[in-house]
């Protein structure tokens, strides 16, 4: 798995794990091991990045944002 | 480790609506990854925003009129400084420099001029909320009527060090370490966060409500990583980023052992913690490795990072942050060591020579091993504190 698709994964599996943590939510022994094995992957992945970064890579999320529409281009334009 | 313990309180505690609390704490673990990986600012101020919302309904989980009343004191102040101070210098500096991207060396340098750059400089500081920088501090205490295993989230882990982590990466990564020792405001911030420090352990020494004593202490301990920030120095940097890590081991054991207590004796009151060492000696064997951490004695994780904070002093020629480390670190014994006294040397109040006083009853497993876990990690790390030291070092390109 790529650096980026880590980091990626390290955001979304968090974020979707409450949608199973509520549907499981008559149970409580699977909804904790949801959360439990959230917390356990979310850990492994993170580790698995330490490598890269000591060597330098920086993975990332972003959203993109003002450029990509163009506002700073002419807010920031030399006269001709 | 916070996931495990919570499992143990929430079933020990028969705390209600626990559907709805682990979803929102997975929510929050999201949005800290979100922060920890941003590479831009805007990024990291969506998740950051995200992140005050999740932690919400944690503070407010009892659903009484405190914790509601704590609910909003902690989206006011928070929301509020965000949105009014950070948001504010996002734009001006989205403005000014047509990125808001995370580079070595900054984006600011050579864009703005110094009395610009100051002014951005306190809208940032004041703006990142829950770094919890005085007077932007009141959510912390306030955010106590949650259950432990979410003030340990807050108080240690996942909401202030987000605050302390942004500062960080804003010193480093959008004014450059060069450039923000040419910001007038930068001395002038530096002192608000050592008078933060001495202040916040002056009122945590007179607390006698354990969680209030951590919440006061963090808001101390916070400000050692916005003063290293702005020492301006390599190992300023250095100490303030393995700050982050050290506290964090530090103080979650800490919650986690006012936790244990509280689910197993009902107590949460320093004054009433006489002899509690003898009842739950490896819960307050943890502590005592807690407090330590915190006080920076060795050999506690504590030490490797105050001495980090305290070489970065001294190579900025600022003698005032050493005084005030030093008398921190005096506070700091003053308000822990009486607690690991009391519990380990002083008879349980009550005592009429009944065994059963004296009897072992420690938390249930799950609370035990988490908090067997960080405590190791708080010793471990002493003794091999590589990874976060290399990790730390990478932020300067400072060698060992």
Wanted: aromatic share 10%.
């Amino acid at each position: 798995m790529s650096p980026e698709v880590t980091v990626l994964a390290c955001v979304a599996l968090p974020l979707l794990a409450p949608a199973l943590i509520a549907a499981l939510r008559r149970w409580p022994n699977p909804r904790e091991a949801v959360t439990l094995l959230t917390s356990g992957c979310l850990f492994l992945l993170v580790y698995s990045l330490h490598d890269d970064v000591l060597q330098g890579a920086r993975p990332a999320c972003e959203f993109p944002v003002g450029r990509d529409f163009g506002v700073l281009d002419r807010l920031h334009a030399q006269p001709p | 480790m916070t996931s495990v313990y919570s499992i143990g309180y929430m079933r020990s505690h028969h705390e209600s609506r626990q559907t709805s609390y682990y979803s929102y704490f997975a929510v929050a673990l999201g949005s800290v990854m979100g922060i920890a990986f941003a590479g831009n600012l805007f990024t990291l101020f969506i998740f950051y925003e995200l992140l005050t919302l999740s932690t919400y309904p944690l503070v407010t989980h009892a659903g009484d009129d405190a914790a509601r009343e704590a609910g909003r004191m902690y989206l006011g102040y928070l929301l509020g400084t965000s949105v009014m101070l950070l948001l504010l210098a996002l734009i001006w500096t989205w403005s000014l420099t047509g990125t808001l991207d995370f580079r070595s060396g900054g984006i600011l340098e050579g864009t703005v001029t110094p009395g610009i750059a100051s002014i951005l400089l306190i809208l940032f500081v004041f703006g990142i909320g829950k770094a919890a920088v005085m007077p932007f501090h009141l959510w912390l205490p306030a955010a106590m009527v949650a259950p432990t295993p979410v003030s340990a989230l807050l108080h240690a882990v996942a909401v202030v060090k987000a605050g302390v982590f942004t500062i960080l990466k804003v010193a480093i990564y959008i004014f450059g370490i060069d450039f923000l020792a040419e910001v007038p405001a930068t001395q002038w911030l530096m002192y608000v966060a050592a008078a933060t420090i001495l202040l916040a352990a002056i009122v945590a020494l007179r607390q006698d409500n354990l969680k209030l004593r951590l919440a006061w202490s963090t808001i101390s301990q916070l400000s050692y990583i916005v003063l290293c920030a702005l020492l301006v120095t390599p190992l300023g940097i250095v100490g303030g980023s393995l700050h982050i890590v050290m506290h964090a081991f530090a103080k979650i054991t800490l919650f986690f052992c006012a936790g244990a207590i509280l689910i197993t004796t009902h107590k949460t009151r320093v004054s009433e913690l006489n002899g509690i060492g003898r009842r739950m000696p490896w819960t307050m064997a943890a502590f005592t490795v807690g407090a330590l951490s915190m006080i920076g004695v060795p050999p506690a994780a504590g030490f490797i990072s105050k001495w980090y904070i305290l070489l970065g002093s001294i190579e900025a020629g600022q003698m005032i942050a050493v005084g005030v480390i030093i008398t921190s670190t005096l506070l700091n014994a003053a308000y822990f060591l009486p607690i690991v006294y009391a519990a380990f040397f002083r008879a349980p109040e009550g005592n009429t020579g009944n065994v059963n006083s004296d009897a072992h009853a420690e938390a249930p497993l799950t609370v035990i091993l988490a908090i067997a876990v960080t405590a190791t990690g708080t010793l471990a790390l002493f003794f091999v504190p590589d990874i976060p030291l290399e990790l730390a070092q990478q932020l300067t390109g400072e060698s060992k």
